[in-house]
């Protein structure tokens, strides 16, 4: 599956419809981004059950200062609508691959008592 562009009007429809999406915030002027940009478009090929979505920093300054972005590429996953793994940072293919696993591996029903036993939303 292609990459999808993820805007404010969007991240909605996109976080809420899909089990697992996986963000990347970008730019078009960060050199590590567009190294990792063909990286990240091959892995959407090889996780078909898996939302790979963009978020070009420059054009959606409001949605990057909502997740607090503070360097890119940041890649972010959300499972069930729970943010479960933020880092920035460019990933090789193997990382990016041994993550979706992890994630798909969450058992969330135990990540939702630790949420609301730790107070966190």
């Known amino acids: ?38 990286v990240y478009d091959a892995m959407s090929e090889r996780h078909p059950d898996v939302i790979f ?3 070009n920093t420059e054009e959606q300054r409001e949605l990057a200062h909502h997740f607090q972005i503070r360097s890119i590429p940041t890649l972010m996953v959300f499972r069930e609508q729970i943010i479960v793994f933020s880092q920035p940072g460019a990933l090789p293919p193997a990382a990016l691959a041994d993550i979706l696993e992890k994630v798909r591996d969450l058992d969330m029903n135990q ?11």
């Open 53 to 55: 979505a963009k978020v």
């Open 111 to 121: 990540v939702r008592m630790d949420i609301a036993e730790t107070g966190q939303d």
């Open 1 to 38: 599956m292609a990459t999808v562009d993820l805007t404010l009007g969007t991240l909605e429809e996109v976080i809420n419809g899909n089990d697992i999406v996986l963000v990347d915030f970008w730019a078009p002027w960060c050199g590590p981004c567009r190294q990792f940009a063909p």
